[in-house]
């Protein structure tokens, strides 16, 4: 069984906007869910796979330089689901973006996104 499902990705032109989705699965019960840090990782064309962002139990956000200021890490922990609000996206931007969680124990499918003119 997978762990968590990601979902939300696309094509989109620089300076775009997209938020991915992030669902836990019934594997993993809610009470777990919630106490537990949560993130967000991207491996980008020819690089190591990378975190780029973190969400504690109480909300607080972790977002790392190269996103910073234009990415947002949110959580509904009674639907076991955390966001990736992504705003002005740029080429470098691309990647195959995961979730789970931090550190992590397992990777899913991941879902792509492609910022291309």
């Known amino acids: 069984q997978v762990q968590f499902v990601e979902s939300g990705g696309g094509l989109v032109q620089p300076g775009g906007s997209l938020t991915l989705s992030c669902e836990a699965s019934?594997?993993?019960?809610?009470?777990?869910?919630?106490?537990?840090?949560i993130g967000w990782y991207r491996q980008q064309p020819g690089k190591q796979r990378e975190l780029i962002a973190s969400i504690y139990r109480d909300g607080t956000q972790d977002l790392k330089p190269p996103v910073e200021g234009r990415f947002t890490i949110s959580r509904e922990n009674a639907n076991k689901t955390v966001f990736l609000q992504m705003v002005d996206l740029q080429t470098d931007d691309t990647a195959v973006y995961y979730c789970?969680?931090?550190?992590?124990?397992?990777w899913g499918q991941g879902t792509q996104v492609i910022v291309s003119s």
């Open positions: 019934e594997s993993i019960p809610g009470n777990f869910f919630s106490r537990m840090i």
């Open positions: 789970g969680f931090v550190p992590a124990s397992s």
